[in-house]
């Protein structure tokens, strides 16, 4: 399945501004990058709640009907889990803008966007697993 995502230049953009919120904890960079999705697909922005955790740790975010958004704070995501590293926040951003932007069949979309996202963003992403989204070229249920 193919998906418009941002150009290139765009999304080196916007994951530059989210790597860079994570770090530094600078809200306006995550406005920003938000913002820039938005303006590409024509969104309005979505609502967005921070959260020291969710379902009892095991999910970095959930969206809503509503299109509120509810993410783990980066400054949480670093504490006490297995995993924490920048990059799965970021890809959990992009997860939740994929529910966010593609609504109906939710968690199969928002695999494949996520992965576009990333696509060509970083070099060392450049594996099968990038190509063929996250669950290794295998069609969700």
Known sequence: MRMAVPPLKDRKV???????????????????A???ICRFYRLRRPRIEWFEYLDWGRTAGRTFE??????????????????NSEEQWINAVYHEMGHYIL??????????????????????????????????GRRAA
């Open 14 to 32: 916007i994951h530059r501004l989210l790597s860079e919120y994570f770090r530094e904890h600078k809200v306006s960079r995550f406005n920003k």
């Open 34 to 36: 938000i913002s820039e």
């Open 66 to 83: 509503d299109g509120t958004i509810c993410l783990v704070h980066p400054e949480n995501w670093k504490r006490g889990r297995k995993y």
């Open 103 to 136: 609504w109906t069949d939710a968690e199969a979309k928002a695999d494949i966007f996520a992965a576009q996202m990333e696509q060509s963003v970083l070099p060392e992403r450049r594996g099968p697993r990038a190509a063929n989204g996250r669950n290794g």
